[in-house]
């Protein structure tokens, strides 16, 4: 079935697909975790019950997310050996080290701290409880550090030398490795927008119950008015920040890898005068132009050289062979900047809202939170493939290129495995996307329960451990 298919085609269907998934989890849990610690301190400093309500409420959730981005994580690790085994010989002397400091480091660093963040409040105390959660969601970014390092050198190279008789890239200076050209800005953009995904999903869940409530005639519990309002606040102030960040991000794109920002920009044609921003066209590569184009006349000279006549360059400045794919790349960035918008739209109705003193009775702002609840989550995705397909035809820009970094294998092998992936993970993280939802659907209530150990029975098949006979609860 897959012996007319390019295996390198299939290899990156397949690391795209692996890493949809995994992407939609971190980017969800790094804002989770940084919002937990907030309520968790909240609720020791004000020692509101409606803060530890939200925290037992929001934790069971980020423990299901966290794992199944713990386990679609490690899949991806395997596909650079399996896959890719010619990029990870050429760039491992580079790329090895930063990824295992991010095993080492923040991985360890949350899977060392999860545990007491999930049930030790009642047994090691509020202060040492309430650094756990802290370091949990510190080793969220942290584990974003990492991986933003690794992912920003493929993109912007820098610190290293190939070596004449491997042709191994080695690192020349670590810091220029980690600190390259493009990864303050993708760090920056990425991890600001984990935090606007985190507060569109708890927007949306306090959204629907508060209509939920309305519809059966009930008052909101302190904890729903808390969560939507909570989840506002950073819709109004986070989504103009990131739309700042994402220019400064575009600029330096425009800088190191002006392709990619051609294709963005739908530009096959070189602009001496000062080039439209087009709204809308049907990218035709095989003829290089925008089929149907519509756009705003020297508007995308003014956003990125902030001059209505400074020139752009187009596409046939840069070979047919080193073009990403225009529709794909121009087509993501759309959907990413409307959503960005969108966004940003949202959060200045809440504001309106709130100054009316109506942001808890205004249906059709909660309608629209709802709607917008997985945005943040689509617009991540968005923003990814705009970055990892405009980077084509490499995996290092530049340097090398996509079709010689595969692996030596065949078409069938890879179809195999891919079909694979996608029973299995639809199967697994379905059924746990699933459950994440069924949580999410019943309200917070007062006195929300606690999450449950194994501490009040047996934990061992051959009976009560010893020394533990006569455990009480909350003991």
Do not use: C
């Not at 820098?158 to 303050?184: K, L, M, R, Y």
């Not at 596409?315 to 969108?342: H, K, N, Y």
């Amino acid at each position: 079935m897959f012996d007319t298919i390019d295996a390198v085609l299939l290899a990156r269907i397949q690391f795209a697909f692996t890493v949809s998934f995994h992407f939609l989890f971190p980017a969800f849990t790094i804002g989770l975790a940084s919002f937990l610690a907030v309520l968790n301190a909240l609720w020791l400093w004000s020692g509101k019950q409606k803060y530890l309500d939200l925290f037992r409420y929001w934790v069971k959730i980020f423990a299901l997310a966290f794992a199944m981005g713990v386990v679609s994580g490690i899949v991806m690790s395997y596909q650079f050996g399996t896959n890719w085994s010619v990029f990870s010989d050429k760039a491992g002397p580079v790329i090895g080290a930063p990824m295992a400091y991010e095993v080492l480091s923040a991985f360890f660093l949350e899977a060392g701290f999860l545990g007491i963040m999930l049930f030790g409040r009642d047994r090691v105390g509020p202060g040492l409880h309430m650094a756990a959660t802290a370091m949990v969601a510190f080793g969220t970014f942290l584990s974003a550090f990492w991986i933003l390092s690794v992912n920003s050198w493929m993109h912007t190279p820098a610190g290293f030398a190939i070596d004449p008789e491997t042709q191994q890239f080695v690192p020349t200076d670590f810091w220029q490795v980690i600190f390259n050209p493009s990864f303050p800005y993708r760090l920056a953009h990425t991890v600001t927008a984990a935090y606007l995904t985190t507060a569109f999903i708890v927007g949306g869940v306090g959204a629907f119950h508060l209509l939920r409530h309305r519809r059966r005639g009930e008052h909101p519990t302190p904890a729903t008015r808390t969560m939507f309002s909570m989840a506002m606040w950073m819709a109004a102030i986070v989504a103009p920040v990131q739309i700042f960040l994402g220019d400064l991000h575009g600029l330096n794109t425009l800088e190191h890898q002006p392709a990619k920002v051609m294709a963005m920009e739908g530009h096959y044609e070189s602009h001496p005068e000062g080039a439209p921003l087009y709204l809308f066209g049907i990218p035709n590569d095989a003829e290089q132009r925008l089929d149907y184009a519509f756009g705003i006349p020297k508007l995308s000279s003014l956003i990125l050289k902030h001059d209505l006549d400074a020139p752009l360059a187009g596409l046939d400045t840069i070979p047919d062979e080193d073009q990403p794919p225009v529709g794909i790349v121009f087509w993501s960035f759309r959907v990413m900047v409307a959503l960005g918008f969108a966004m940003l739209g949202l959060g200045l109705w809440s504001l309106w809202a709130r100054w009316r003193g109506r942001l808890y009775d205004m249906p059709w702002l909660h309608r629209a939170a709802v709607t917008m609840g997985p945005s943040g989550l689509i617009a991540v995705l968005a923003g990814w493939i705009t970055t990892e397909v405009g980077r084509q035809p490499f995996t290092v820009y530049g340097l090398l290129r996509t079709a010689d970094s595969a692996a030596p294998l065949e078409a069938p092998a890879v179809g195999a495995s891919l079909i694979a992936f996608i029973v299995v993970y639809f199967a697994v993280f379905g059924a746990g996307t699933y459950y994440i939802l069924r949580l999410m659907a019943h309200s917070p209530s007062s006195r929300e329960p606690r999450l449950k150990d194994s501490s009040e029975g047996p934990v061992r098949a051959a009976g009560l451990t010893p020394g533990r006979q006569g455990h009480q609860p909350g003991e």
